[in-house]
T-cell receptor, first 117, second 111 residues
């Protein structure tokens, strides 16, 4: 299966610790997105990359959050000094770049569930 | 800021019923509207709509976009228990690669 892969599946950590998540997109996709999802809400956009360039970052995103995609393939999302409010499912998605016709469908990974104790 | 509102928030029906899910949006420079189905984990793509009035259909599911009303509907006929899921609507604009998602409609289909 060559879908989007995320690791770890579940992360439990104490408040104040740093955590890092990894996403491996579908290999031919040049776009990679990070979202956060809490219970009862839709995915909330965090940031996205085209190849290795980070093209947009949500205004709501604290400076404790940083994402990289150094070689335009896999990406990491790091949260520093975690807080209770960071508990959520972190979803990664990948796609081809949009065309003149419309946005390309995003293919999602199964997510990393972060629990802050 | 782009905004997507879905209704109803949740819906409980019995197998064989037909359901209509609604999505309305406010977005600058609209490009497309996408529907996704989310079961326990990752959302999976259903439809992408870019033109008003053209129905997209896949089996028992169909969807249509109304750009004048800034809305879309997703219809599911002859529902089955396997249709139980959260249905997410997302919109993309021409100035950004990201999609803005609604909070979804949770559909429960009882046997």
């Amino acid at each position: 299966d060559t879908g989007v892969s995320q690791n770890p599946r579940h992360k439990i950590t104490k408040r104040g610790q740093n955590v890092t998540f990894r996403c491996d997109p579908i290999s031919e996709h040049n776009r990679l997105y990070w979202y956060r999802q809490t219970l009862g809400q839709g995915p909330e956009f965090l940031t996205y990359f085209q190849n290795e360039a980070q093209l947009e970052k949500s205004r709501l995103l604290s400076d404790r959050f940083s994402a990289e995609r150094p070689k335009g393939s896999f990406s990491t999302l790091e949260i520093q000094r975690t807080e209770q409010g960071d508990s959520a499912m972190y979803l990664c998605a990948s796609s081809l770049a949009e065309t003149l016709i419309g946005n390309q469908p995003q293919h999602f990974g199964d997510g990393t569930r972060l629990s802050i104790l | 800021e782009d905004k997507v509102v879905q209704s109803p928030l949740s819906l409980v029906v019995h197998e064989g019923d037909t359901v209509t899910l609604n999505c309305s949006y406010e977005v600058t420079n609209f490009r497309s509207l996408l529907w996704y189905k989310q079961e326990k984990k990752a959302p999976t793509f259903l439809f992408m709509l870019t033109s008003s009035g053209i129905e997209k259909k896949s089996g028992r599911l169909s969807s249509i976009l109304d750009k004048k009303e800034l809305s879309s509907i997703l219809n599911i006929t002859a529902t089955q228990t396997g249709d139980s899921a959260i249905y997410l609507c997302a919109v993309g604009n021409t100035n950004a690669g990201k999609s803005t998602f609604g909070d979804g409609t949770t559909l429960t289909v009882k046997p």
